[in-house]
Nanobody, 126 residues
Framework: QVQLVESGGDLVQPGGSLRLSCAAS????????MGWFRQAPWKEREIVGA????????YYADSVKGRFTISRDNAKNTVYLQMNRLKPEEAAVYYC???????????????????WGQGTQVTVSS
């Protein structure tokens, strides 16, 4: 079973950028499709983006398209979320999630992911 550890959360001003990282261990990372989710206080956890096992396919929520980029480095067992032009309403705990898959595809739903990291806090405020 893979274990996940997120990092990179911080306080950033509106319009600023952050890059989140999620380091995986304990299993063959390239066998896992990955997703980034976020959860703000009093809100449901929502998908931000997802990436297939090879990295060849990506998905973004409409609210982040054109500003966020998800990528992965299978040699480093790490998935990244580059976030640009951040908005105050995007302050949340950001989680990465993993789903074992032998098909190179995207998973979209929260309940499709079996393994979650502990989350990293992103605060967007001036």
């Amino acid at each position: 079973q893979v274990q996940l550890v997120e990092s990179g959360g911080d306080l950033v001003q509106p319009g600023g950028s952050l890059r989140l990282s999620c380091a995986a261990s304990g299993s063959i990372f390239s066998n896992y499709a990955m997703g980034w989710f976020r959860q703000a206080p009093w809100k449901e956890r929502e998908i931000v983006g997802a990436i297939s096992t090879s990295g060849g396919s990506t998905y973004y929520a409409d609210s982040v398209k054109g500003r966020f980029t998800i990528s992965r480095d299978n040699a480093k067992n790490t998935v990244y979320l580059q976030m640009n032009r951040l908005k105050p309403e995007e302050a949340a705990v950001y989680y990465c999630a993993a789903r074992q898959s032998y098909i190179d595809r995207i998973f979209y739903r929260r309940d499709e992911y079996a393994t979650w990291g502990q989350g990293t806090q992103v605060t967007v405020s001036s």
